[in-house]
């Protein structure tokens, strides 16, 4: 197989035998399996539906970028 994918500290190995920091969120889970889903569908209206949902999900997740920049940013108060 492709060895473990993480290491003893429980980090994500991103090549096999390489650590490198794990930046991925559970919002990036939820998207991609949003995204799996649409996909996956057959029926168009279950499709469209899927696809709305996987565009309300990357919305939030904009969002909640935004919110980061904004608290990094040395110009908003605290």
């Known amino acids: ?8 500290d429980g980090q994500a190995l991103t090549v096999p035998g390489e650590v490198t920091p ?3 969120t559970a919002m990036d889970g939820i998207f991609l399996e949003e995204v799996y ?5 057959e029926d168009p209206a279950k499709r469209r539906a899927k696809r709305v949902q996987v565009a309300a999900v990357a ?4 969002h909640l970028i935004d919110q980061e920049i904004a608290a990094e940013s040395p110009y908003t108060e605290a």
């Open 22 to 24: 794990h930046t991925h």
């Open 59 to 62: 919305q939030l997740m904009v």
């Open 1 to 8: 197989m492709h060895g473990d994918i993480f290491d003893s």
């Open 37 to 41: 889903e649409a996909l996956g569908e």
